[in-house]
T-cell receptor, first 114, second 116 residues
Framework: GENVEQHPSTLSVQEGDSAVIKCTYSDSASNYFPWYKQELEKGPQLIIDIRSNVGEKKDQRIAVTLNKTAKHFSLHITETQPEDSAVYFCAAPIFSGGYNKLIFGAGTRLAVHP | GAGVSQSPSNKVTEKGKDVELRCDPI?????LYWYRQRLGQGLEFLIY????????KSGLPSDRFSAERTGESVSTLTIQRTQQEDSAVYLCASSLLSGQGHYEQYFGPGTRLTVT
């Protein structure tokens, strides 16, 4: 089955710096990699995703890169702001029982200090 | 439009009592998921419903846990004879038809369960 590992577990940066969170997955058949942001007392929310037919995707200050050969993908946040402080989860799918189930990483707690 | 809603937002119960958690998915979403999130940890898959198909119960941790969903509407997660290790936030998510495609999962705010 799919195994998703996420690093680091915590990350502290100064406002304006960049933040990078990395994930590895085990199932070479996986072809979709979303990133979710969870703010305090809220449910996770999708912020960006990438499919296996591209190597990079950007949306304003956030970007995701994918290396299918090495089976890892990363989230990049540039010009960090205090409101970026949250827990970030990566995920990868496993096709089981006729549907795609997402397996989530353990999460990265990002703190952006003013 | 309305997002996924869950109730109650918080539940404190005594060890050994039964609890029932409710999830109202986004209208039109055929897929519904339940996850457990222990303090400071990731999302642990519990159960998945897809339309009228048999649910995937592979993530339920014990037979004290059960869930129901009628058609494409409300779902309830029931925990019988609660234990302290059941204390966690229980998250519900819904999405459009899953199948072989990939669709965004929309999460509710969760129910924080505390077993004393």
């Amino acid at each position: 089955g799919e195994n998703v590992e996420q690093h680091p577990s915590t990350l502290s940066v100064q406002e304006g710096d960049s933040a990078v969170i990395k994930c590895t997955y085990s199932d070479s058949a996986s072809n979709y990699f979303p990133w979710y942001k969870q703010e305090l007392e809220k449910g996770p929310q999708l912020i960006i995703d990438i499919r296996s037919n591209v190597g990079e995707k950007k949306d304003q200050r956030i970007a995701v890169t994918l290396n299918k050969t090495a089976k890892h993908f990363s989230l990049h946040i540039t010009e960090t702001q205090p409101e970026d402080s949250a827990v970030y989860f990566c995920a990868a799918p496993i096709f089981s029982g006729g549907y795609n189930k997402l397996i989530f990483g353990a999460g990265t707690r990002l703190a952006v200090h003013p | 439009g309305a997002g996924v809603s869950q109730s109650p937002s918080n539940k404190v119960t005594e060890k050994g009592k039964d609890v029932e958690l409710r999830c109202d998915p986004i209208s039109g979403h055929t897929a519904l998921y339940w996850y457990r999130q222990r303090l400071g940890q990731g999302l642990e898959f519990l159960i998945y419903f897809q339309g009228n198909s048999a649910p995937d119960k592979s993530g339920l941790p014990s037979d004290r846990f059960s869930a129901e969903r009628t058609g494409e509407s409300v779902s309830t997660l029931t925990i019988q004879r609660t234990q302290q290790e059941d204390s966690a936030v229980y998250l519900c998510a819904s999405s459009l038809l899953s199948g072989q495609g990939h669709y965004e999962q929309y999460f509710g705010p969760g129910t924080r369960l505390t077993v004393t």
